[in-house]
């Protein structure tokens, strides 16, 4: 018994050191002879190449090898678009023998360069699987292919009075899978909590080939470790998701909101502290946007600018969000709170715009979500999206810029604005770093010291966005050497071979 537990355990010690010198090998990239194999799997319609007998030419491929921002591109020959969960897996199992890397891609909105391959790996792109599976409009359960849009899940269900958990500004384009893979945060967190908590099941095609099928309907399953929690967030280092389980909430039947303009960042805490009491049960967003965001937004078409009156004087503004079941008694509850804070003694807003119809609900929505792309119009952005404590979210902004001005880098000859704004329900701040091109002076400049900046208030270097090919290097601010380790661990058990999304996630 006990001699051939040794001899066990040995085999597994072989076995995985065998691994590791895999994984540490480089990759292998695509060969016509591969290309073979996959025409086997998909129709010639499912398969993009740059070699035959596919041949397309190589700026067919630059949208895939291009990630949203055009910061990270990669040199990838194939494109691979399955429609089953079957054809995943023989995609993958056949890759994880040549050792071929492979990069999942959802709707490549990602902004931390995660979906876009680091070499020449296979992009396997999920748009082709999209349709939805079930709904059960009684338990609000959603079960639907990983790649089907957020904004036609949104649309789905919206006849049947549900609503997604999640909300983002590039519900258009991103996907489903995109966002669990991601672990997105978005709009409606404050009220609906994480995708760790939405998320009922996942089906997911493991680095082998082998389809782990979780895609429980359940609401509660405590049969031990609850392993889909693994690759929510994983970003596709761990296996790629096929089918997504997730719990949708009834449509509130009243959503109103507003903007606040306040004379300084100061007010924005004692603000959320007054607009949660009074609003309670039925606040759903408090978002906060500064002044260079909004004026931003508004110079780029985003949303209708608020009158000049509106906002003289206004150092940054907070859009507040209310989802309710009663019309009459929301709009009552909000109404109170906007009297209390204009005629308080010493008033923490100076103004408030309330919408008053579905239109000016998402004028005012456009001003805060269209800050991103607002930013991308206006220049190339360097992008942190930070937890710290909502108290330092402007002395961040402002050290950044104070610190950039004394490298000499702050000007219409490098970085042109540095703008902070996020959710400040989540504690999750935006700091974008808006320069005219993406240089490595700037680049050395904000990095690490961003990074110190964040672990001197033991927040996190991603709040929401991951951590992806930018922030392997920096994981340690966030992350203990006893973390990382494990996280190596467990990358190690699942994708011995390391070929599922190199690069991205754990640090060399
Ligand atoms: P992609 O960008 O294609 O991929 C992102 C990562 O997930 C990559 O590592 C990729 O390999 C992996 N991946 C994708 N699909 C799968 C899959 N099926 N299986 C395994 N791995 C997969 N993010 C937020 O959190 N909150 C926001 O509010 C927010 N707002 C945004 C607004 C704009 C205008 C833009 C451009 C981006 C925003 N983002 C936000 C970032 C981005 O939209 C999210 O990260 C989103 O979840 C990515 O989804 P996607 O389908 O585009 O994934
Ligand atoms: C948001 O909250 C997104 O608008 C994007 O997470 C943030 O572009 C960004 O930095
Ligand atoms: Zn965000």
């Known amino acids: 018994m006990l001699s051939l537990s040794r001899f066990a355990a040995r085999g597994l010690a072989l076995r995985s050191s065998r691994a590791l010198h895999a994984a540490s090998q480089p990759l292998n990239s695509v060969t016509e002879q591969d290309l073979a194999h996959f025409a086997k799997i998909l129709p010639p319609s499912s398969i993009l190449s740059t070699l035959p007998p596919s041949s397309v030419a190589s700026e067919e491929l630059h949208l ?6 055009g910061k990270y591109r990669g040199t990838s020959t194939t494109v691979l678009k399955p429609k089953t969960t079957e054809q995943v897996s023989e995609i993958v199992k056949w ?128 049969t031990g470790y609850d392993l889909k929690q693994l690759f929510i967030g994983a970003e596709g280092t761990l296996g790629i998701i096929t089918g997504v389980s997730i719990l949708t909430p009834p449509a509130p039947q009243a959503s109103n909101n507003v903007i606040l303009a306040l004379p300084s960042f100061k007010n ?127 002395d961040v902004v402002d050290g950044t810029r104070e610190h950039l001005k004394s490298k000499g880098l702050y000007g219409d000859h490098a970085v042109k604005y540095v703008v902070g704004y996020g959710h400040v329900g989540d504690g999750n701040l935006h700091l974008n770093v808006v320069a005219n091109s993406y240089t490595p002076e700037i680049q050395a400049a904000l990095e690490p010291y961003v990074y110190e900046v964040v672990a001197s208030h033991r927040g996190s270097i991603s709040a929401e966005h991951g951590v992806g090919a930018m922030k392997t290097h920096a994981l340690k601010y966030s992350k203990s050497d006893v973390s990382i380790a494990w996280m190596k661990k467990i990358k190690q058990i699942f994708d011995p071979r390391g070929i599922m999304n190199p690069g991205k996630v754990l640090p060399e």
């Open 95 to 222: 890759c994880n023998e040549r050792r071929i890397g492979i990069v999942p891609q959802g709707g490549n909105t990602g902004l931390v360069g995660g979906s876009v391959p680091v070499g020449d790996e296979v992009i396997l792109s999920l748009a082709n699987m999209s349709k939805v599976r079930s709904f059960d409009s009684v338990s609000g359960i959603l079960v639907a292919d990983a790649g089907c849009i957020l904004q036609s899940l949104t649309d789905y269900i919206a006849p049947h009075n549900h609503i997604m958990p999640i909300d983002l500004g590039a519900k258009g384009s991103c996907q489903i899978g995109g966002n669990v893979a991601t672990n997105a945060g978005g709009l409606r967190l404050l009220r609906y909590g994480s995708l760790h908590g939405t998320v009922l099941g996942l089906e997911v095609v493991l680095p082998d080939g082998t389809i782990l099928d979780q895609l429980t309907t359940l609401r509660k399953d405590n």
């Open 268 to 394: 924005v805490l004692p603000l959320y502290e007054i607009v949660k009491r009074q609003l309670s049960e039925i606040l759903s967003a408090f978002e906060y946007i500064d002044r260079t965001s909004y004026d931003l937004a508004v110079k780029h078409g985003q949303g209708r600018a608020l009158s000049e009156e509106d906002v003289e004087g206004a150092e940054c503004f907070v859009l507040v969000e209310t989802s309710g079941g009663k019309r009459e008694h929301d709009e009552e509850k909000l109404n109170n709170l906007l009297e209390f804070l204009l005629e308080a003694d010493e008033p923490l807003i100076n103004t408030g715009v309330l919408s008053q119809n579905p239109a000016q609900f998402s004028s005012l929505w456009a001003l805060r979500e269209g800050v991103t792309e607002a930013v991308s119009k206006e220049g190339k952005p360097y992008k942190y999206d930070i937890s710290v404590p909502l108290s330092s979210f402007q």
């Open 64 to 69: 895939y090898n291009s990630d949203w921002m």
